[in-house]
């Protein structure tokens, strides 16, 4: 299946600095990518929907100056958390759709494991 | 707008036998696509099914079944012959098919333990 490489898988940081994930499609493209979050025990929330060249879709209560997302190519979507503060902390993931996929199916990355300190 | 319901946080079950996990939806999309991930404790996201609204019969992909009860909107997951690898968490979730869109609903996952 297609794959999704997401890096860093682990990132430590301090409060007030700014963290970057990169999501790519590594035998795909992928027009569209997802960003979600999820709390331990939790399920997946939608942050945003990333679009290649145009800016990314937010979901209702996600602030998009503080989650900054670009979608520069069709293997690239980079997510910025902006002036991280501990309540960020969080498991970020990323999923991208293959194109002309029989199923739509969304295919996930290794996901990231942010903490602010 | 999607709803997906996982009414069982937990599930436990002994090596080599079958476990079904439950899962009900709720969508005004006319057509329709179901999933199931697993996400064992690393927490990447595995897929490991689908089923089309449109599909006549059960989708099964090896020891994974699943049971498509259209009319009760129900969209359960079977697993045959469970193994100690299969303890994870199981997450049901859809997108509807139409208007192109491309979200997935994710229900809340159900925490599976294989035991021997």
């Known amino acids: 299946g297609a794959v999704v490489s997401q890096h860093p898988s682990r990132v430590i940081c301090k409060s007030g600095t700014s963290v970057k994930i990169e999501c790519r499609s590594l035998d795909f493209q992928a027009t569209t990518m997802f960003w979600y979050r999820q709390f331990p025990k939790q399920s997946l929330m939608l942050m945003a929907t990333s679009n290649e060249g145009s800016k990314a879709t937010y979901e209702q209560g996600v602030e998009k100056d503080k989650f900054l997302i670009n979608h520069a190519s069709l293997t690239l979507s980079t997510l910025t958390v902006t002036s991280a503060h501990p309540e960020d902390s969080s498991f970020y993931i990323c999923?991208?759709?293959?194109?002309?996929?029989?199923?739509?199916?969304?295919?996930f990355g290794e996901g990231s494991r942010l903490t602010v300190l | 707008a999607q709803k997906i319901t996982q009414t069982q946080p937990g599930m436990f079950v002994q090596e080599k036998e079958a476990v079904t996990l439950d899962c009900t939806y709720d969508?005004?999309?006319?057509?329709?696509?179901l999933f199931w991930y697993k996400q064992p404790s690393s927490g990447e996201m595995i897929f490991l099914i689908y089923?089309?609204?449109?599909?006549?019969q059960n989708a099964t992909e090896g020891r994974y079944s699943l049971n498509f009860q259209k009319a009760r909107k129900s969209a359960n997951l079977v697993i045959s012959a469970s193994q100690l690898g299969d303890s994870a968490m199981y997450f049901c979730?859809?997108?509807?098919?139409?208007?192109?869109?491309?979200?997935?609903?994710f229900g809340t996952g159900t925490q599976l333990k294989v035991e021997l």
């Open positions: 089923q089309g609204s449109y599909d006549q």
């Open positions: 979730a859809m997108r509807g098919l139409t208007g192109g869109g491309n979200k997935l609903t």
């Open positions: 969508t005004s999309d006319p057509s329709y696509g």
């Open positions: 999923s991208a759709r293959e194109l002309g996929g029989d199923t739509g199916e969304l295919f």
